[in-house]
């Protein structure tokens, strides 16, 4: 599938005949990732164990291919999208969700770390969404995959057909035009639509937690939240820490370790770095850093066992030696590379249009409250200023005032004369 991915998108990029390149799965998928048990097969095997190296250079490099189109690119995920999938997205300016659309990173649940991509995409989500994504394969579904930035728009999936038709008639299409046609079809919230999950008090919760720096810190703070240690804790946050404990016992303790550094590294990466570094990774599993990758696969998706935790080894928390960890997987290979046309080689200004689409990130919300905003006139706001400013700023972008609202319910003070104040 890769090999087919690569040589169609790059005939299609250099093609005077196409506009935009749109990607849409076939039937429930967008996909559900890779072929990782004959990965772990080949991996298994010192005469294959190359092979299962290259797939990951190739996966990758498909990535940062798509990532680095000069068309513009636009990722329907009308489906589920998985491990892999999302890496097929994550890179495309848009990213379309549906009512239909699933969305997850499950790979600590196998003995892996989130890849193609995930510790540069998960780590620019909002607070520590991305790191709770990360670590525990949560999902997100529907209009909570747009709401909290994973896709950049929300549509009907009845309307997907209708998106196609208007995309395939706009000759020689810029940014604007296609961001324009999506925004068209957006289908508004109904009252009876789920709130986002992460929001309001577990979202405050959410941060607290995965914002410590080691998994035990994390482990030990939402422990302090499922027994409402430090604060008379809602119902629900209690329920959500309890819930959030039990996934992360199921989890390889290698892989959350693993995923954590990655995803803090990720940050201060541009995408090229992050996809290297994430090689190195992958290698180091290939080879055996951790026999969980091979327990993990084994169990989950070749012997499809359900409700039943693979023998991890080491089977517990305390019992991985963190400083380990960065002398087997992050030690860069300088001899690893992603494969890529000649291109891509050459020196060139990575991709960073991840969040160009999308809501505007809470950081930028901060920012504008704060007057540090470079539109900031370094006044104070109000909530219908600051509401107006996004309004301006995001050229009516459907769903902004939702979301600037519940970062001001969440994150601000206002005083008496109604000029909000940002909360630390």
């Known amino acids: ?87 097929l997205c994550a890179g495309a300016p848009f990213r379309v969700a549906t009512e239909q659309t699933l969305f997850s990173m499950p790979e600590t649940g196998i003995g892996y770390f989130p890849d193609v991509g995930a510790s540069y995409f998960l780590s620019r989500l909002d607070g520590e969404i991305g790191t709770y994504l990360a670590l525990t394969g949560n999902s997100l579904s529907g209009r909570a995959t747009f709401e909290h930035g994973f896709a950049t728009h929300y549509v009907a999936s009845q309307r997907v057909p209708i998106l196609l038709e208007r995309l395939a008639t706009i000759e020689d299409p810029t940014l604007a035009q296609i961001n324009a046609a999506i925004e068209e079809l957006y289908f508004e919230r109904e009252p009876s639509d789920p709130v986002p999950p992460l929001t309001g008090a577990i979202r405050v919760a959410l941060d607290k937690a995965f914002g410590q720096d080691t998994v035990e810190g994390i482990v030990r703070t939402l422990r302090q939240l499922a027994e409402g240690a430090d604060a008379p804790e809602t119902a629900d946050v209690v329920q959500w820490a309890k819930n959030t404990l039990a996934t992360l016992e199921e989890r390889s303790p290698t892989s959350l370790k693993v995923a954590l550094m990655a995803i803090r590294k990720g940050r201060t990466l541009n995408l090229l770095e992050a996809l290297q570094m994430e090689l190195n990774i992958a290698a180091a599993y290939c080879k055996g850093a951790s026999p969980d990758f091979k327990t993990g696969v084994t169990s989950v998706i070749i012997e499809k066992k359900r409700g039943v935790r693979p023998a991890w080894k080491p089977e517990r928390l305390g019992e991985v030696q963190t400083a380990h960890l960065e002398t087997k997987f992050f030690t860069r290979d300088e001899g690893l590379t992603l494969m ?80 909000l104040r940002w909360k630390h």
Request: glycine share 10%; proline share 5%.
């Open 1 to 87: 599938m890769l090999d087919s991915i690569a040589a169609k998108v790059e005939h299609w990029n250099d093609a005077d005949l196409s506009g935009a390149i749109a990607s849409t799965g076939n039937g429930k998928a967008f996909s559900a990732g890779g072929d990782v048990a004959d990965v772990v097969l080949k991996a298994g095997k010192p005469q294959t164990r190359q092979e299962a190296i290259d797939y990951f250079r190739h996966e990758f490099g498909t990535d940062y291919i798509l990532a680095s189109l000069r068309k513009p690119y636009v990722a329907i995920m009308d489906g589920i999208t998985f491990g892999g999938g999302a890496g």
């Open 340 to 419: 890529l046309p000649q291109a891509l080689q050459a020196p060139h200004d990575p991709p960073a249009h991840f969040t160009r689409f999308a809501l505007p990130t809470e950081d930028e919300i901060g920012a504008v409250v704060r007057g540090e905003h470079p539109t900031s006139s370094g006044e104070a706001l109000t909530t219908a200023e600051l509401l107006a400013k996004f309004e301006d700023l995001r050229r009516g972008k459907h769903g902004v005032a939702e979301k600037v609202r519940e970062v001001v319910a969440r994150r601000c003070e206002a005083d008496e004369a109604g000029y």
